[in-house]
Nanobody, 123 residues
Framework: VQLQASGGGSVQTGGSLRLSCAAS????????LAWFRQAPGKEREFVAA????????FYGQSVKGRFTISKDTAKNTVYLQMNSLKPEDTALYYC?????????????????WGQGTQVTVSS
């Protein structure tokens, strides 16, 4: 399956953005889709994940309470609603897939990486 991320842009501190990750084909219920981000000079960081079948979600500590991950089964799409954005949220955001739990945070375990969408938050 191919994943295509979109929805990035430039906002000011406190603003909101919604990212989308569209899958090229049906997602199986055992699959979890996740968002990661990577800022220049930094390691790729886990942001959030959702299991396609159970809808269980898991968030990285730095975004908990500000970001919400959700899915639209009919559209094979995962969303990341980002509120109260901060300059430190500036990064290239990627989506990826894993078979199994949404609680795995290491990017090494994920596959089907999309091309990324840039989010820039200015102060």
């Amino acid at each position: 399956v191919q994943l295509q991320a979109s929805g990035g842009g430039s906002v000011q501190t406190g603003g909101s953005l919604r990212l989308s990750c569209a899958a090229s084909e049906r997602i199986f219920s055992s699959t979890s889709l996740a968002w990661f981000r990577q800022a220049p000079g930094k390691e790729r960081e886990f942001v959030a994940a959702i299991n396609w079948g159970s809808r269980s979600t898991f968030y990285g500590q730095s975004v908990k309470g500000r970001f919400t991950i959700s899915k639209d089964t009919a559209k094979n799409t995962v969303y990341l609603q980002m509120n109260s954005l901060k300059p430190e949220d500036t990064a290239l955001y990627y989506c990826a897939a894993i078979t199994g739990s949404p609680y795995i945070t290491s990017p090494d375990n994920y596959r089907n990486w999309g091309q990324g969408t840039q989010v820039t938050v200015s102060s």
